[in-house]
């Protein structure tokens, strides 16, 4: 069997009947390119933006900004569990949620350990959690981000996140809340003031500790935090592949 995967914002047409099959992508620059799909038996069309993931019981959207493709939602997958217990690699995925509340899960998404988040691998750009397809993001990809919206937080921020210098415009469709996170001595912190995003790229000096971004409730910055011990339960927003 002939599989062809299409991952593009394209307007497409399929002509012709049986034997004599044409796709044809037409693109936002106006060029268009024709493909034989006739001995294809199927064609699976994803198209960012419009296109959604389906994933462990959850249902995701997709957004484009420059040329990435984002989940744009947060990643909500696995078992809960407490304050008191933590993640382990037992082959079981297991999130956190704030205050031990599965409602949290559901509207912020989970809380992971960074080794959790990864499956205890340590290479970047590793699907990890993460649908197939997609994996969690390394700090270079982050900061391909950040150029995408000139370095502005409340572009990233969902509309209603933050407030004053800091209030969200949410003008690229990323759509991030201000989650909070779980910190390594077992206690929660911050929901609604500050938003954590793990990156799959260790400190490139110690490799040791891990990078993420952060955003915060009171102003337009995004800050890349270098050398923070994977212990504590931050989000985590995948990117395709």
């Known amino acids: ?16 009947i049986a034997q004599n099959k044409t796709l044809t992508l037409h693109y936002p620059n106006d060029s268009t390119n024709v493909i034989d799909i ?6 699976t069309i994803f198209i960012c933006g419009v296109s959604k993931v389906y994933y462990e019981g959850q249902t995701y959207n997709t957004v484009q900004i420059g040329d990435q493709c984002w989940l744009k939602e947060n990643l909500n997958v696995g078992t809960r569990i407490n304050i008191n217990q933590n993640s382990t690699d037992n082959g079981v995925i297991e999130k956190s949620c704030y205050d031990d509340d599965e409602g949290n899960c559901d509207e912020y998404g989970g809380l992971y350990s960074w080794d959790e988040a990864m499956q205890y691998d340590t290479t970047g750009g590793s699907r990890g959690i993460c649908p197939e397809g997609w ?5 270079a990809e982050l900061t391909i981000l950040y150029s995408e919206v ?9 509309i209603g996140q933050g407030s004053g210098l800091g209030t969200g415009t949410n003008t690229s469709g ?3 809340f ?9 206690s929660y912190s911050e929901l609604n003031i500050i938003g954590h995003f793990w990156s799959s790229s260790l400190d490139a000096t110690t490799r040791t500790y891990t990078t ?18 994977s212990g504590y339960g931050f989000c985590i927003r995948c ?3």
């Open 135 to 139: 994996h969690i993001p390394t700090i």
């Open 38 to 43: 006739s001995d294809l038996d199927s064609v």
């Open 178 to 186: 201000l989650a909070g996170y779980r910190h390594f001595n077992s």
């Open 1 to 16: 069997m002939k599989i062809i995967l299409l991952s593009l914002v394209v307007f497409v047409v399929i002509e012709g």
């Open 212 to 229: 993420h971004m952060y955003l915060n409730s009171t102003t337009d910055n995004i800050i890349f935090h270098i050398g923070i011990w």
């Open 174 to 176: 990323f759509s991030a």
């Open 150 to 158: 000139i370095g502005s937080g409340n572009a990233l921020k969902e």
């Open 239 to 241: 990117i395709k592949d």
